[in-house]
């Protein structure tokens, strides 16, 4: 199949973009400013599309004909989200589905994730609503883009999936990669409330992903998960001992808040990126953990890694 990648030149989006070409599909490689990996760029059934999602006019191109759509591209890393998400995560993508839906592209996957319920539990885990009430502005306006998704396909040709995806984990996540040089330089922290975390391992995330873009019929809200229940501090504990630091100090929540203020001051000074923002810290301590029967029954029955026990020899 013929598959656009937006946010190519990403982390997810570039290890998608690998998969994809390894399993013989042709990927289109759409990006902005951040150079492709050269080996991804070179394959052969690699076309690269540079366009911006702000100017409509450059995504005709890369979205006309193809089977489907896998949308990751967006700002993260920059302090004070809120003034810029309501647009990067909104109107880019009304952009993005706009071009999609003219350019009789037959399906669009939006990455997503359970946030967009709110807090949820393995108890009351998200379900696949739209009424969620979030508290931070990542999954407010995520979960804006889930709406537009469904009202701009309504009627259309474009099939519209959602997956919303729980915490990718392995080599060559850049968020796992620096917790692993955080825990062993002792400097691995987290708050005290526990916080539960829904777990997929790379190779499980990377079919399911490639299954909700090529799948006859998917269409609709997956939650992409493993079959584990565990929280962030036993994750971090766990993964600690493995890359050989001492367990994670845990840490009164208005002193992470603080440090969180303190990088975002410092990005907004010196017109830097920021690694920590007060948003990011907010969404982090929400419980989420989502239903992913329809992921079992549509996408992939099995998992490589169903628990983080086999799992956790990825990181």
Request: hydrophobic share 45%; glycine share 8%.
């Amino acid at each position: 199949m013929e598959i656009l990648v937006t946010g190519a030149s990403g982390n997810l989006g570039s290890l998608l973009a690998r998969h994809l070409l390894a399993r013989g599909h042709t990927v289109r490689l759409m990006r902005h400013r951040t150079p492709l990996p050269d080996d991804i760029a070179t394959h052969p059934n690699a076309r690269v599309h540079e366009a911006d999602l702000a100017r409509p006019e450059t995504l005709a191109g890369p979205c006309r004909g193809v089977d489907a759509i896998v949308h990751f591209a967006g700002v993260l890393f920059m302090p004070r989200p809120e003034r810029f998400l309501p647009t990067t995560n909104t109107e880019w993508f009304r952009n993005l589905m706009t071009a999609a839906i003219s350019g009789n592209a037959k399906r669009v996957v939006l990455a997503s994730f359970p946030h967009v319920e709110g807090e949820t539990t393995p108890q009351r885990p998200a379900t696949g609503r739209l009424d969620g009430s979030p508290e931070s502005w990542h999954a407010r306006t995520r979960l804006e883009e889930e709406k537009l998704l469904f009202s701009m396909t309504k009627g259309t040709g474009t099939a519209p999936v959602s997956c919303r995806v729980g915490m990718v984990y392995g080599r060559g996540i850049l968020m796992i990669d620096a917790a692993r040089w955080l825990a062993r330089h002792r400097l691995l922290a987290v708050w005290r409330k526990p916080t539960w975390i829904h777990l997929i391992a790379t190779p499980d995330f990377l079919r399911a992903l490639e299954a909700a873009a090529t799948k006859n019929g998917a269409s609709g809200i997956y939650h992409i998960g493993d079959r584990g229940v565990i929280t962030l501090q036993e994750f971090l504990d766990r993964a600690s001992a493995r890359w050989g630091g001492r367990r994670p100090w845990r840490l009164p929540a208005w002193m992470i808040f603080t440090a969180a203020a303190m990088v975002e001051l410092f990005a907004m000074a010196f017109g830097t990126q920021s690694p920590l923002t007060r948003d990011f810290v907010r969404i982090g301590m929400a419980s989420y953990y989502g239903d992913t029967t329809r992921m079992f029954d549509e996408l992939i029955d099995t998992l490589e890694y169903p628990t983080f026990d086999t799992g956790i020899e990825t990181l």
